[in-house]
């Protein structure tokens, strides 16, 4: 069973698009964080949101956190090929258990 | 600064053999983590490790066991590696709270 279903799951785009990828789950998370995985390494945390409702700014990527702490959004304006992997959502409970979504791929062509 | 590393890199095996993979941090962080990665499927935890001295299975620790040697140190065993088992295998640490968790960079193992 997958706690956290995110969308797309993959996403190919022009440079200079706008992007949102969704991560979803009918359990409420204590938090939840946003990773970049590119090929041949091991993800690399992006933030952390903790609040309902929290909103975060990473330059041109923006996370948010829904209000019920079930649910969490990542905006990128204006991609670059750079932006280019997979991104990877994952939440806790409590404790030091994380349950990770099954991500999305994205690709910026130049 | 080596954050977390994971030997070895790349394995083939054989059905039935036995392999351990090793894992080691060096940031002096609480816990530790096994996931494996399969396509589509996102990240899996297989066995965690709070502390020191305590082990906790996660989603999907069938077929594996794990020690946690001491506080650097967190290793994953196949007893009798099944093709199932192919897989890209991750092992992470953190301090606790809301810190996040420190990635290596994965040991890619195929069995046949």
């Known amino acids: 069973t997958q706690l956290l279903e995110q969308s797309p799951q993959f996403l190919s785009i022009q440079e200079g698009e706008n992007l949102t990828v969704y991560c979803n789950s009918s359990?409420?998370?204590?938090?939840l964080q946003w990773y970049r995985q590119e090929p041949g390494e091991g993800p690399v945390l992006l933030v952390t949101v903790v609040t309902g409702g929290e909103v975060k700014k990473l330059k041109r990527l923006t996370f948010q956190f829904g209000d019920a702490r079930k649910d969490s959004s990542l905006h990128i304006t204006a991609a670059q090929p750079g932006d280019t992997g997979l991104y990877l959502c994952?939440?806790?409970?409590?404790?030091?258990?994380?349950?990770f979504g099954t991500g999305t791929s994205l690709t910026v062509i130049p | 600064n080596a954050g977390v590393t994971q030997t070895p890199k790349f394995q083939v095996l054989k059905t039935g053999q036995s392999m351990t993979l090793q894992c080691a941090q060096d940031?002096?962080?609480?816990?530790m983590y096994w996931y494996r990665q399969d396509p589509g499927m996102g990240l899996r935890l297989i066995y965690y490790?709070?502390?020191?001295?305590?082990?906790d299975k996660g989603e999907v620790p069938n077929g594996y066991n794990v020690s946690r040697l001491n506080k650097r140190e967190f290793s994953l065993r196949l007893e009798s590696a099944a093709p199932s088992q192919t897989s890209v295998y991750f092992c992470a640490s953190r301090e606790g709270g809301f810190q996040p968790q420190h990635f290596g960079d994965g040991t890619r193992l195929s069995i046949l």
């Open positions: 940031m002096n962080h609480n816990s």
């Open positions: 490790s709070a502390s020191e001295g305590t082990t």
């Open positions: 359990s409420v998370f204590s938090s």
């Open positions: 994952a939440g806790r409970y409590t404790g030091n258990q994380f349950y």
